[in-house]
């Protein structure tokens, strides 16, 4: 029976014994390819023809064929074009490539077996390259036992045999991968601010003050509050914060409160000047939360960082001294927030300060994405790398994670390294992507 849409093969044969199962799937086909490690000697096309790789051609990780610009001879004849490659050659018919002409300048089939002759649109043959009996049965083995075993990740049981200098530089290109993936939803937000990155990082900023539970929440608040409305406020807290909780939707109550009055009167009188309209008040979530994490508190957070920030990005990617960059998000909040969580609900007095912990989490998945984005906008790889620097200098975090991770073995000290393992697990291990992952090649060619 097929394995994640993929078919399975009974016949391969190791030390005289039978190999029971083993998975094939076309990634494991790409790094042979990629790495030329199969029998090359006497190579020959289905029907007999001789075959001399010249390239090998560069792989396409976009639609169409695997690999382009690849250059072979076959019999006295010289092909340049591209390569496509598949478990079974009949899966060029299940792919519908029969049907597709950018197919048709395909110049070798390459599959684990051969089990048909396959087609272009306009009916011209294709020669293909039978790897099954090419690929070391030691490499089978490993890439079989690595698909098929269902441990927290693959190689759960074989991590301990990596050398840790082949884990460490792993690691340290999975954590710009890591930063990387997190700039897909920024990029989105600069097209909509038309390239502002002032804007951009408010609105970004705003967005991860609410944490998972409140996030859309304050991004539709940042969204409906202009920021060139709050740097024409900004030298004034009070009306910067009367912005804000207006906007939220949160003055609409009537505590006899003289501190919500105030907000109140000011929000009401700004309102009808700028033409603002506020999200609904309904948005936000308070159940089940940390109290020091409502979004009356975040907002009453933000708003000191937007007053004692003028500029705010322009700051930040002037500032290369992490210790200096925390300090831009030291802050507390106004008095009146001392003594309570909610709007007209006392509580017992506590500073609302912005804790180590939460300043880490905005630096990781705020402050360093906007700066390697930047960094990678203006072609300056010196801000990717101040990005990664950063999270050099915070502790690692702590999650499931990272504590499974050091439980096999697999140590972690910063926020380079926990964002790293992350990547690692979600879009390698998960995916059993093992053979694009240098520490799952590392197992798969122990031995071979």
């Known amino acids: 029976m097929p394995i994640d849409g993929y078919p399975i093969t009974n016949y ?21 390819w990629k790495t030329k490690t199969f029998e090359k000697t006497n190579l020959k096309t289905e029907d007999g023809q001789r075959i001399e ?29 591209n390569i496509e490659m598949h478990v079974y050659s009949s899966d060029w018919e299940r792919h519908c490539h029969d049907l597709d002409k950018a197919y048709d300048n395909v110049i070798l089939h390459v599959v684990f077996e051969h089990d048909k002759e396959v087609y272009t649109t306009t009916e011209q043959h294709i020669p293909c390259l039978e790897l099954k009996e090419r690929i070391s049965k030691p490499i089978l083995h490993k890439y079989s036992q690595l698909l098929a075993n269902d441990n927290w990740i693959p190689c ?5 045999n990596v050398k840790q200098h082949t884990i460490t530089f792993w690691l340290q290109r999975l954590v710009a991968e890591r930063i990387e993936s997190k700039t897909g939803y920024l990029k989105k937000i600069l097209d909509q601010t038309n390239t502002n990155w002032e804007e951009t990082l408010y609105i970004y900023l705003s967005r991860y003050m609410g944490a998972r539970v409140n996030m859309d929440p304050f991004e539709s608040l940042a969204k409906s509050l202009p920021y060139v409305l ?22 609409e109550a009537n505590y006899k409160e003289e501190y919500f009055k105030k907000l109140k009167e000011e929000y009401h009188f700004l309102k009808n000047k700028y033409t603002l309209k506020s999200i609904p008040p309904i948005s936000w979530k308070f159940a089940r939360m940390r109290p020091v994490g409502f979004p009356t508190i975040r907002i009453a957070q933000l708003a000191q960082i937007l007053f004692n920030n003028d500029r705010l990005f322009s700051r930040i990617i002037l500032e290369d001294d992490s210790k200096e960059l925390r300090k831009l998000f030291k802050v507390k909040t106004s008095p009146y927030w001392d003594e309570h969580y909610r709007f007209g609900k006392s509580a017992k007095f506590k500073e609302k300060n912005v804790g180590d912990t939460f300043i880490d989490q905005l630096i990781i998945n705020v402050i360093c994405p906007i ?34 991770f050091k439980s096999i073995g697999v140590s972690c000290k910063t926020a380079s390294e926990s964002q790293a393992l ?23 060619k122990q031995n071979e």
């Open 371 to 404: 700066v390697f984005l930047y960094g990678k906008y203006i072609a300056d790889e010196n801000y990717c790398e101040r990005a990664i620097g950063h999270l050099e200098m915070i502790k690692a975090e702590e999650n499931n994670i990272v504590r499974k």
């Open 230 to 251: 709050l740097q024409k406020n900004k030298d004034d807290l009070h009306k910067i914060e009367a912005l804000l909780y207006g906007q939220s939707g949160m003055l």
């Open 53 to 81: 790789i010249i390239q090998f051609g560069t792989q396409n990780f976009d639609s169409g064929p695997d690999f382009s610009n690849g250059k072979i001879k076959i019999g006295d004849t010289l092909w340049a074009g």
């Open 12 to 32: 391969i044969n190791y030390k005289s014994r039978t190999m029971l199962t083993p998975i094939i799937r076309e990634d494991l086909l790409y790094y042979i």
């Open 156 to 160: 759960e049981k074989l991590i301990s």
């Open 422 to 444: 992350i990547q690692l697990k979600n879009s390698y291990c998960n995916e059993k992507q093992c053979v694009s992952c240098s520490i799952g090649s590392s197992i798969i």
